[in-house]
């Protein structure tokens, strides 16, 4: 650790180490290295909530599989915009985590992203017809180019044998599959950026320090007031621009800092948990990240998926998640976090959020009476024979999705991630928690954008922002030889399996 900024006023402070601080304090300290930045954890060590590696699903989103990216539309066509953004934000991350490696600032691609392909599956005559014209019409894109499909069961089993083992022969099922899909050990990641950040000069990574709460000063800088976990005591820091990417804790900071702009917000939690198979036969067989379709009246976060991941150099599967009720806003946090959360403000954007959506309240309620019966009839939907002692419970992390404010409707519940921050800029707040860990760069340049506008627009940060970032400024979603030329970089410094193009 550099020397100690604790009595000093850091020019940051950015509460939280997930991936969200760790991505946007690596990006500022390469876009200003003089800038000083002090990062306060509430917990012992980086990455142990939503970014660990068993707390979310270690999918890098970019919309290969993901069927809840494409809705179709009321005239029955694909609507592919949103699919086409979030691959674009994939390979935006894709490209700072490259630009890191070769700067010698992480190290081993290995131990935090690996190919895997990413397959979607269906069964039934509406489903196989909705994924044949997803199919079609993503396959115009050049970002999707290499998706294939297949109806043909001994394709499918070549790409899937754990799914098409002991399967109905009557049944229809179809799927799309995409090699160029990864698995990311998110966890992995946010600690080798942390290690690489506190080395850095004028960088101080706090551990056990929980922020308590956020005043701004009458010259607009920020007063944070830390508690240290194990003395108990508190410290006023003071700083001129403040990140809270406290994960499902943002949203109490966020409104204690009064911004005009958190009022209204709310936040609805939703746990998850997973089945982890503990055979290893089972596991060797399946090699791929398979999505289906989630039920009607399910949230988007609720997709089942049967996943093969790789964490710290083991082969696991899992499938999931199961949707689960809890009042806390973090998987460490506390009972009280939900109803701590109601304030005068957003009291009404809740409850209408709440009226407008039963079918989610439904089908939280059926997730949480489950049994472990129920879990397993779920599975038996992807692998036909499926046995309860193959299989344990595993909790997931905890999203807590945002509620604002609705002109119309007077509040609704929004599934993606929102940056909220302060008219001056002095302030951001990451709330949400979806495409997530995936977007993370896309994200933080947004914030950038919002927080930093005049440095974005001069020409040293733009400079650098293309030397880390080369397609900055670009669209990777209508430039077919630009794509080629990045997937071409990215896949051989991360040392992803090489696909058709580059060959
Ligand atoms: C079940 C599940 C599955 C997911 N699957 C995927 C996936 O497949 N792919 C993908 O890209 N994304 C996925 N996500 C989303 C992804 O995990 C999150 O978007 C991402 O990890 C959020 O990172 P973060 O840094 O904002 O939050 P976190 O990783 O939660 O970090 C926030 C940190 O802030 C700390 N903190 C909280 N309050 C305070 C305080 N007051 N003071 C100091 N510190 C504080 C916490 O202890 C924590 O360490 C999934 C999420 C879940 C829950």
């Given at each position: 650790m550099s020397d100690n900024i604790y009595n000093k006023e850091p020019d940051v402070i950015l509460i939280g180490a997930g991936i969200m601080s760790a991505t946007l304090g690596m990006l500022l300290k390469e876009l200003e290295p003089r800038m000083s930045i002090a990062i306060f954890e509430r917990l012992d060590k980086a990455a142990a909530e939503s970014s660990d590696a068993w707390n979310n699903a270690g999918t890098g989103h970019s919309a290969f599989c993901e069927l809840n990216y494409t809705p179709e539309r009321e005239d029955g066509s694909v609507d592919t915009s949103k699919a086409v953004k979030i691959a674009e934000s994939f390979e935006i991350s894709k490209q700072f985590w490259s630009y890191l490696i070769e700067q010698n600032r992480i190290t081993v691609p290995a131990s935090f992203i690996r190919s895997i392909p990413h397959i979607s599956f269906v069964w039934g005559d509406d489903n196989i017809t909705f994924l044949k014209k997803r199919y079609e019409a993503l396959h115009e894109c050049h970002l999707f180019k290499e998706m294939q499909y297949s109806e043909n069961k001994n394709e499918l089993n070549e790409w899937m044998p754990l799914i098409m083992h002991d399967r109905d022969p009557m049944q229809k099922v179809a799927a799309t599959k995409m090699d160029l899909g990864t698995d990311v050990n998110f966890g992995a990641l946010t600690r080798c950026i942390f290690n690489c950040l506190k080395e850095l000069e004028n960088v101080t990574l706090y551990f056990d320090h929980e922020v308590k709460n956020l005043t701004r000063r009458s010259d607009k800088r920020w007063k944070v007031k830390v508690k240290d976990v194990a003395t108990g005591k508190t410290k006023i820091i003071k700083a001129k621009f403040v990140f809270i990417g406290a994960g499902g804790g943002s949203l109490p900071l966020l409104l204690k800092s009064g911004i005009p702009e958190g009022k209204g917000f709310g936040g609805f939690p939703v746990s998850g948990q997973w089945l982890k198979c503990n055979n290893k036969q089972l596991i060797e067989k399946h090699n791929a990240k398979v999505y289906g379709k989630a039920s009607v009246g399910s949230p988007p976060m609720s997709v089942p998926h049967l996943d093969t991941r790789v964490i710290k150099g083991k082969k696991e599967l899992l499938f999931g998640p199961y949707a689960g009720f809890t009042t806390k806003f973090l998987k460490k946090g506390s009972f009280f976090d939900l109803i701590k959360s109601i304030r005068f403000s957003n009291i009404r954007p809740i409850l209408s959020a709440g009226f407008h959506n039963i079918p989610l309240t439904?089908?939280?309620?059926?997730?949480?009476?489950?049994?472990?019966?129920?879990?397993?009839?779920?599975?038996?939907?992807?692998?036909?024979?499926?046995?309860?002692e193959d299989w344990e419970l595993e909790i997931a992390g905890q999203r807590v999705q945002v509620i604002k404010k609705d002109e119309e409707e007077g509040g609704v519940l929004e599934f993606g991630t929102e940056v909220v921050n302060a008219a001056d800029g002095s302030l951001a707040a990451l709330l949400g928690a979806s495409p997530g860990a995936s977007t993370a760069v896309s994200i933080m340049l947004d914030l950038l954008k919002k927080c930093f506008a005049n440095k974005m627009n001069e020409e040293t940060w733009k400079r650098k922002l293309k030397q880390m970032i080369p397609s900055y400024g670009e669209s990777l979603g209508s430039d077919a030889e630009l794509c080629r030329r990045i997937r071409e970089w990215t896949t051989k410094v991360l040392q992803l399996k090489v696909p058709e193009f580059v060959r």
């Open positions: 439904k089908y939280l309620i059926q997730q949480v009476v489950q049994s472990p019966e129920d879990r397993i009839d779920a599975l038996r939907q992807f692998i036909p024979n499926a046995r309860m």
